[in-house]
Each structure stands twice: as C-alpha cells, then as structure tokens.
C-alpha cells in the first residue's frame, strides 16, 4: 500500500459521499463569512478521508479544512479539501472535487485531485509525473500571455482583497488574454492547469488544503508554481501563481508589480 494508492481510495470514497447528496436538499450553514459555507457533505467527506489515512497511518499530521488531527512530531502532513468549490456543490453546479495532499518535511510528495462527477481522477508523485484517469498529462505549449486563458479565484472574505483581484484581472483583459474564468474550485483549477486546459492561474489567499495536491500536479507536469512574489510556497496560508511556465514571469509582473 503505497502513499499514493491510499489517497487515491480516500477521494474516491469522498467522492461517493459527494454524488449521494448532490442535488438533495441539504442544511447549509455559513463560517467566517457568508461566501464559506459548509455542508453534510463536507463534513461526511472529511470524516471518510481522515478515518481513512488515519487507519493506515495514525502517526501522521493531519490538515483539513473543517478540522486539524496533528502529531507535531510527525515530518507527515497531509492536507485535504473534502469538497473544493462548496457553494457551487450546494447549488448543484458540477464544478467541485476533493482535494488531496502529502507532504514529508516541507515538500509535496502526493497529490490526488478527484471529479466525481465527471469521473476524473488527477494523480502525481514527486519526480513521477502527473495523470489523468492513469495517463500522463503535461501543461500546455504556449508562450504568451495574448493566447492565454487564465484563472483566478476570489478570497471568502471579500472586503480584503476584492479590489486587488479585480485590478489584476482588469491589467490582465488589458493584454489581450484569450479569457479569464472564475470557477470556484482552486484544486481543480491547478489540475486543469496540470492538464494544459488552461495556462495560467492566480489567486491572492489560499489555505494548504487548496493548493498542496494542485501544486505538485502542476509541477510534476512540467508546470511552474510560486507565490505571487516568485518565491517557493511554504505550508502556510499563501498567494498562488501557477503557470505553464512560459508566461509565469509575464503573470508575476502584473501579479506582484512592486
């Protein structure tokens, strides 16, 4: 049983929770903000996923979006998303996954992003590449910003960086880019940037449930992931570039101007 089978087991397990409520009626209740929202399904996917890991690997610091399991003394951190993308979830809009993690001091290691609905399935392995439903996938080819579709996502406290974002899309039409898309699911939107269906994407605030399975797939297919600064993303709550690495310094200079 390798790291990567068992997370693989673990989204698919979270996805079955997702498909049996989806499109029931379902208590929704709101957190920080009433943009962060979560449901039975959250809590029911959680709960699967964490049960999961913990059976095979109890020693094993544990992030989750709706809670923390940690062993401080564990080099093990694994982050998960139950459901990535819950207010589209809780309306029915098929645009959701959960989102998979590992890393082992520091460094993603596995990265499981899972569709149920569309039953797509978005694996990687540090230094083994990323797949789709078990085939290799690589970032997209091009070299300029102008044949670009980008993505982005808006922080669940609105009032903080609203503005920002708005500017750096508006900076962004500007140049020309073929679109811009707002999806509403972090994870998946790197997986898609893993799958070259899309070039580039940013967003100002993302937890290490949201990004830590996405970046190591963009990476591991030939991707290039940073902070809005250039830097390496550290296991804290961060800002997020990831590109096909052609135009990532294109995007960090209208991401990070200063």
């Known amino acids: 049983m390798t790291f990567l089978s068992v ?9 079955k929770i997702q498909l049996k409520y989806l499109n029931k009626e379902m208590h929704v209740r709101t957190k920080s903000t009433p943009f962060d929202r979560v449901t039975i399904a959250d809590l029911e996917c959680e709960k699967a996923v964490v049960q999961h890991i913990k059976k095979r690997y109890p020693y094993h610091n544990i992030i989750g979006e709706e809670g923390k399991y940690l062993r401080t003394d564990s080099p093990y ?4 998303d139950p459901v990535d993308g819950t207010n589209n979830y809780s309306k029915g809009y098929p645009f959701f996954c959960v989102s998979i993690g590992l890393a082992f001091k520091g460094k993603p290691i596995v990265g499981v992003v899972y569709d149920a609905f569309h039953r797509e399935l978005f694996t990687a392995q540090r230094g083994k590449g990323a797949r789709l439903n078990s085939k290799k996938v690589h970032v997209s080819s091009g070299k300029h910003l102008g044949e670009s579709i980008l993505v982005t996502g808006f922080y669940y406290d609105r009032s903080r960086i609203m503005e920002e974002t708005l500017a750096q899309t508006r900076k962004f039409l500007k140049k020309g880019i073929l679109g811009i898309r707002r999806t509403g699911s972090a ?3 790197l997986a898609y940037i ?3 269906r899309a070039d580039g994407f940013w967003e100002l605030r993302l937890n290490l449930w949201d990004f830590l399975a996405g970046s190591l797939l963009v990476e591991e297919a030939g991707g290039r992931v940073t902070d809005r600064s250039g830097k390496k993303l550290d296991l804290e709550r961060t ?5 096909n690495g052609k135009v990532h310094k294109e995007m960090l200079r209208i991401v990070n101007p200063t």
């Open 187 to 189: 994870a998946l939107d």
């Open 7 to 15: 997370a693989v087991e673990a989204a698919k397990l979270a996805g």
């Open 77 to 80: 951190v694994w982050a998960i």
């Open 239 to 243: 800002s997020v570039v990831a590109t």
């Open 194 to 196: 893993a799958a070259g």
